[in-house]
Protein backbone atom coordinates (compact mmCIF):
# COMPACT_ATOMS: atom_id res chain seq x y z
CA UNK A 1 0.00 0.00 0.00
CA UNK A 2 1.46 3.82 -1.02
CA UNK A 3 -0.41 6.19 0.52
CA UNK A 4 -1.09 9.58 -1.05
CA UNK A 5 -0.71 12.12 1.63
CA UNK A 6 -0.45 15.42 -0.50
CA UNK A 7 -3.59 17.22 -0.60
CA UNK A 8 -2.58 18.47 -4.07
CA UNK A 9 -3.10 14.94 -5.15
CA UNK A 10 -6.37 14.52 -4.86
CA UNK A 11 -6.99 16.56 -7.13
CA UNK A 12 -4.91 14.44 -9.90
CA UNK A 13 -7.26 11.55 -8.37
CA UNK A 14 -10.06 13.52 -8.75
CA UNK A 15 -9.23 13.68 -12.56
CA UNK A 16 -8.37 10.39 -12.69
CA UNK A 17 -11.97 8.97 -10.95
CA UNK A 18 -13.88 11.32 -13.28
CA UNK A 19 -17.06 10.32 -11.78
CA UNK A 20 -16.79 10.20 -8.43
CA UNK A 21 -15.66 12.87 -5.56
CA UNK A 22 -13.25 11.92 -3.16
CA UNK A 23 -13.76 12.54 0.34
CA UNK A 24 -11.49 14.77 2.48
CA UNK A 25 -9.14 14.31 5.13
CA UNK A 26 -10.23 13.68 8.25
CA UNK A 27 -13.94 12.53 6.66
CA UNK A 28 -14.61 10.11 9.36
CA UNK A 29 -18.20 8.46 10.08
CA UNK A 30 -17.40 8.10 13.89
CA UNK A 31 -15.38 4.62 13.51
CA UNK A 32 -12.41 5.26 10.62
CA UNK A 33 -11.56 8.35 9.66
CA UNK A 34 -9.82 9.12 6.46
CA UNK A 35 -5.93 9.67 6.51
CA UNK A 36 -4.69 9.11 2.96
CA UNK A 37 -5.29 7.63 -0.42
CA UNK A 38 -4.36 4.68 -2.48
CA UNK A 39 -5.61 3.40 -5.36
CA UNK A 40 -5.89 -0.07 -5.25
CA UNK A 41 -5.22 -1.91 -8.62
CA UNK A 42 -6.85 -5.35 -9.91
CA UNK A 43 -7.74 -7.17 -12.97
CA UNK A 44 -8.24 -4.48 -15.55
CA UNK A 45 -8.41 -1.19 -13.48
CA UNK A 46 -7.98 0.22 -10.17
CA UNK A 47 -10.55 2.00 -8.18
CA UNK A 48 -10.17 4.83 -5.32
CA UNK A 49 -9.63 3.50 -1.60
CA UNK A 50 -9.14 5.18 1.63
CA UNK A 51 -6.63 4.79 3.91
CA UNK A 52 -8.05 5.03 7.04
CA UNK A 53 -7.37 4.97 10.77
CA UNK A 54 -10.01 2.88 12.71
CA UNK A 55 -10.54 3.75 16.40
CA UNK A 56 -9.44 0.53 17.78
CA UNK A 57 -6.02 1.95 16.05
CA UNK A 58 -5.70 -0.22 12.87
CA UNK A 59 -4.63 1.29 9.36
CA UNK A 60 -6.49 -0.46 6.44
CA UNK A 61 -7.80 0.56 2.85
CA UNK A 62 -11.43 1.39 2.66
CA UNK A 63 -13.59 2.15 -0.23
CA UNK A 64 -16.19 4.85 0.11
CA UNK A 65 -19.39 2.60 0.19
CA UNK A 66 -17.65 1.12 3.15
CA UNK A 67 -17.12 4.66 5.27
CA UNK A 68 -20.82 5.81 4.27
CA UNK A 69 -22.16 2.60 6.03
CA UNK A 70 -20.36 3.63 8.97
CA UNK A 71 -17.79 0.07 8.82
CA UNK A 72 -15.47 -0.21 11.04
CA UNK A 73 -12.13 -2.02 9.97
CA UNK A 74 -13.72 -5.25 11.49
CA UNK A 75 -13.13 -5.08 14.56
CA UNK A 76 -16.91 -3.80 15.58
CA UNK A 77 -18.52 -6.80 13.81
CA UNK A 78 -15.89 -9.26 15.52
CA UNK A 79 -16.77 -7.37 18.82
CA UNK A 80 -20.76 -8.06 18.18
CA UNK A 81 -20.34 -11.49 17.27
CA UNK A 82 -17.91 -12.35 20.12
CA UNK A 83 -20.77 -10.50 22.61
CA UNK A 84 -23.63 -12.70 21.14
CA UNK A 85 -21.71 -15.74 21.30
CA UNK A 86 -20.65 -14.51 25.09
CA UNK A 87 -24.15 -14.35 25.93
CA UNK A 88 -24.66 -18.38 25.80
CA UNK A 89 -21.47 -20.05 24.46
CA UNK A 90 -23.33 -22.37 22.75
CA UNK A 91 -23.40 -21.03 18.85
CA UNK A 92 -22.37 -23.15 16.17
CA UNK A 93 -22.62 -25.85 18.88
CA UNK A 94 -24.99 -29.13 18.09
CA UNK A 95 -27.32 -27.60 20.74
CA UNK A 96 -28.05 -24.37 19.08
CA UNK A 97 -27.75 -26.33 15.39
CA UNK A 98 -30.93 -28.40 16.95
CA UNK A 99 -32.84 -24.83 18.24
CA UNK A 100 -32.42 -23.24 15.30
CA UNK A 101 -33.50 -26.17 13.27
CA UNK A 102 -36.76 -26.47 15.56
CA UNK A 103 -37.42 -22.88 15.13
CA UNK A 104 -36.90 -22.95 11.49
CA UNK A 105 -39.52 -25.99 11.22
CA UNK A 106 -42.15 -24.38 12.98
CA UNK A 107 -42.20 -21.09 11.98
CA UNK A 108 -45.36 -20.42 10.54
CA UNK A 109 -43.84 -18.58 7.56
CA UNK A 110 -42.44 -22.14 6.57
CA UNK A 111 -45.97 -24.04 6.62
CA UNK A 112 -46.23 -24.19 3.22
CA UNK A 113 -42.86 -24.72 2.42
CA UNK A 114 -40.79 -28.21 2.13
CA UNK A 115 -38.87 -27.63 5.11
CA UNK A 116 -42.15 -26.47 7.53
CA UNK A 117 -44.31 -28.94 6.12
CA UNK A 118 -44.42 -31.98 8.95
CA UNK A 119 -44.24 -29.64 11.73
CA UNK A 120 -45.83 -25.82 11.12
CA UNK A 121 -47.88 -26.90 8.37
CA UNK A 122 -49.35 -29.38 10.81
CA UNK A 123 -49.63 -26.85 13.51
CA UNK A 124 -47.18 -28.40 15.56
CA UNK A 125 -45.25 -24.85 17.65
CA UNK A 126 -42.48 -24.10 19.75
CA UNK A 127 -43.54 -23.50 23.11
CA UNK A 128 -43.15 -19.87 23.89
CA UNK A 129 -40.17 -20.31 26.76
CA UNK A 130 -38.33 -22.18 24.46
CA UNK A 131 -37.93 -19.26 21.83
CA UNK A 132 -35.36 -18.14 24.25
CA UNK A 133 -32.26 -20.23 23.33
CA UNK A 134 -31.27 -19.97 26.82
CA UNK A 135 -34.20 -21.87 28.33
CA UNK A 136 -34.34 -24.30 25.72
CA UNK A 137 -30.94 -25.45 26.87
CA UNK A 138 -31.43 -25.50 30.65
CA UNK A 139 -34.42 -27.70 29.78
CA UNK A 140 -32.58 -29.89 27.59
CA UNK A 141 -29.19 -30.46 28.19
CA UNK A 142 -26.60 -30.05 25.88
CA UNK A 143 -27.41 -32.37 23.12
CA UNK A 144 -25.20 -35.90 23.38
CA UNK A 145 -23.82 -36.92 20.15
CA UNK A 146 -25.51 -38.87 17.92
CA UNK A 147 -28.60 -38.09 18.95
CA UNK A 148 -31.41 -35.99 17.76
CA UNK A 149 -34.47 -33.52 19.31
CA UNK A 150 -37.34 -35.66 19.29
CA UNK A 151 -40.81 -35.52 20.06
CA UNK A 152 -42.42 -38.24 22.71
CA UNK A 153 -45.97 -37.59 21.22
CA UNK A 154 -45.32 -37.29 17.81
CA UNK A 155 -48.75 -34.95 17.61
CA UNK A 156 -47.76 -32.57 20.39
CA UNK A 157 -45.52 -29.36 20.22
CA UNK A 158 -42.22 -28.81 21.17
CA UNK A 159 -42.15 -28.40 25.17
CA UNK A 160 -40.28 -29.44 28.00
CA UNK A 161 -42.00 -32.78 28.79
CA UNK A 162 -42.33 -33.78 25.19
CA UNK A 163 -38.95 -33.47 23.95
CA UNK A 164 -35.70 -35.91 24.60
CA UNK A 165 -32.69 -36.49 22.79
CA UNK A 166 -32.99 -39.56 20.94
CA UNK A 167 -30.69 -41.81 18.63
CA UNK A 168 -31.70 -41.79 15.01
CA UNK A 169 -33.62 -45.68 15.92
CA UNK A 170 -35.34 -44.79 18.94
CA UNK A 171 -36.60 -41.53 16.57
CA UNK A 172 -37.39 -44.04 13.56
CA UNK A 173 -39.87 -45.76 15.64
CA UNK A 174 -41.79 -43.23 16.98
CA UNK A 175 -43.24 -42.06 13.98
CA UNK A 176 -46.84 -41.55 12.85
CA UNK A 177 -46.44 -44.64 10.56
CA UNK A 178 -44.58 -47.36 13.38
CA UNK A 179 -47.38 -50.10 14.24
CA UNK A 180 -47.22 -50.16 18.19
CA UNK A 181 -48.53 -53.51 19.49
CA UNK A 182 -49.22 -54.09 23.62
CA UNK A 183 -48.26 -57.25 24.81
CA UNK A 184 -48.18 -58.17 28.47
CA UNK A 185 -48.75 -54.86 29.28
CA UNK A 186 -46.28 -52.98 28.17
CA UNK A 187 -46.74 -50.93 24.73
CA UNK A 188 -43.58 -50.46 21.99
CA UNK A 189 -42.75 -51.11 18.20
CA UNK A 190 -43.58 -54.06 17.27
CA UNK A 191 -39.46 -54.09 15.53
CA UNK A 192 -38.38 -53.63 19.05
CA UNK A 193 -40.86 -56.40 20.23
CA UNK A 194 -39.39 -58.57 17.00
CA UNK A 195 -35.41 -57.62 18.54
CA UNK A 196 -36.55 -58.27 22.50
CA UNK A 197 -38.22 -61.85 21.53
CA UNK A 198 -35.77 -62.77 18.96
CA UNK A 199 -38.43 -63.17 16.11
CA UNK A 200 -38.26 -62.34 12.60
CA UNK A 201 -40.00 -58.88 12.01
CA UNK A 202 -41.00 -59.56 8.26
CA UNK A 203 -42.54 -63.18 9.32
CA UNK A 204 -44.43 -61.26 12.44
CA UNK A 205 -45.54 -58.73 10.50
CA UNK A 206 -46.97 -61.58 7.90
CA UNK A 207 -48.89 -63.77 10.65
CA UNK A 208 -50.41 -59.93 11.88
CA UNK A 209 -51.56 -59.75 8.11
CA UNK A 210 -53.00 -63.31 8.20
CA UNK A 211 -55.01 -62.03 10.85
CA UNK A 212 -52.98 -63.42 13.70
CA UNK A 213 -53.68 -62.40 17.53
CA UNK A 214 -50.89 -60.12 18.98
CA UNK A 215 -49.94 -62.96 21.59
CA UNK A 216 -49.99 -65.49 18.83
CA UNK A 217 -47.99 -63.79 16.48
CA UNK A 218 -44.91 -62.70 19.26
CA UNK A 219 -45.34 -66.23 20.72
CA UNK A 220 -45.67 -69.15 18.21
CA UNK A 221 -42.45 -70.81 17.21
CA UNK A 222 -40.77 -69.77 13.80
CA UNK A 223 -39.90 -72.63 11.34
CA UNK A 224 -36.17 -72.64 10.72
CA UNK A 225 -36.98 -71.05 6.83
CA UNK A 226 -33.49 -69.70 6.49
CA UNK A 227 -32.03 -73.10 5.93
CA UNK A 228 -34.84 -74.10 3.97
CA UNK A 229 -34.66 -71.22 1.48
CA UNK A 230 -30.66 -71.88 1.05
CA UNK A 231 -31.39 -75.70 -0.09
CA UNK A 232 -34.36 -74.53 -2.39
CA UNK A 233 -31.58 -72.32 -3.73
CA UNK A 234 -29.45 -74.63 -4.62
CA UNK A 235 -31.71 -77.05 -5.38
CA UNK A 236 -32.93 -75.07 -8.13
CA UNK A 237 -29.32 -74.15 -9.12
CA UNK A 238 -28.65 -77.79 -9.56
CA UNK A 239 -31.89 -78.31 -11.85
CA UNK A 240 -30.88 -75.18 -14.31
CA UNK A 241 -27.12 -77.03 -14.54
CA UNK A 242 -28.68 -80.37 -15.45
CA UNK A 243 -31.18 -78.57 -17.83
CA UNK A 244 -28.36 -76.58 -19.46
CA UNK A 245 -25.93 -79.56 -19.47
CA UNK A 246 -28.98 -81.69 -21.60
CA UNK A 247 -29.49 -78.86 -23.44
CA UNK A 248 -25.80 -78.94 -24.62
ZN1 LIG B 1 -11.07 -1.37 14.07
Redesign the pocket.
Known amino acids: MNPLQDSHLMVALENLHQNCTPLPLGTTNGVVTVTGYVRVLYKGGSTLCYVCR ?3 G ?1 FGAHTKQNIAKGR ?5 KNALISAANATHHMTYSPTWGSWQSMMRRCDPKNAGRRMGRWWAGRGINVCERWHEFANFLSDMGERPEGTSLDRINNDGHYEPGNCRWASAVVQGRNRSSTKIVEFGGRKQALKTWCEELRLSYPAVQMRLGAGWSVEDALTKPMKPDRRRKLLMNSRQELVQWVRARRAA
Open positions: CVCKSCGCR
